[in-house]
């Protein structure tokens, strides 16, 4: 996060009041929440929490803009990696997606909940889109290598795919093993469930 932390009340900075913001607009839903809720859950008044930060919207960028940046590094990482093959890059990235999600999961779920109902949400949406974009190039170079099949559309098996990895916001708890768990899901897109005799 580029910008500089705001400072506020004693017992609570800008990152604690983001990570109580975040849980209260994944549980009530971002519109439904209000300053006012935001305050109680922290025990402050309303007018406190504007010593953290200027408006609600602004909680909202900051937690895309945490999962978002999470994602582009983590992908933009695997691309800049000329020693891997297509396929190992896009194995990567399905990897590296994993983890991304199990370390920052309430940020990501979030992410995947927002509709675009705000200019924050229509940024976020782009930025998911650009994303996709990427993502279903890094299918269609494996699939033009031979490495995966190439009879599936690129855009459908990218959005499969990470479709998948995006699902586990439903039922991933905070303490799991993010490195297992991004191993396991590697293995069953690429691998499968068949036993190979």
């Not at 007018?47 to 933009?76: C, F, M, N, Q, W």
């Not at 194995?91 to 200019?119: D, I, Q």
Request: hydrophobic share 45%; with cysteine.
């Amino acid at each position: 996060m580029s910008e500089r932390v705001r400072r506020g009340r004693p017992g609570h900075d800008q990152e604690s009041v983001l990570r109580v913001a975040i849980d209260l607009f994944n549980r009530q839903g971002y519109d439904a929440t209000s300053m006012g809720d935001l305050a109680r859950e922290l025990g402050l008044t309303k007018s406190a929490i504007y010593h953290h930060v200027p408006s609600k919207e602004r909680l909202l960028e900051l937690a895309l803009d945490e999962a978002l940046g999470e994602l582009t590094a983590a992908l933009e990482t695997v691309r800049a990696d000329s020693s891997c093959s297509p396929e190992q890059r896009l194995r990567a990235a399905v990897r590296s997606s994993v983890v991304v999600l199990a370390e920052h999961l309430p940020a990501v779920t979030l992410l995947l909940r927002v509709r675009g109902n705000t200019p924050a949400e229509q940024k976020a949406l782009a930025r998911r889109r650009d994303i996709d974009h990427r993502l279903a190039e890094m299918v269609r170079e494996a699939a033009d290598a031979g490495a995966i099949r190439d009879d599936v559309d690129p855009l459908l098996a990218s959005r499969l795919l990470f479709g998948t990895v995006n699902s586990m916001t439903e039922w991933l708890r905070a303490d799991s093993d993010a490195e297992a768990l991004a191993d396991a899901v590697t293995t069953l897109a690429f691998d499968g469930l068949v036993r190979h005799r």
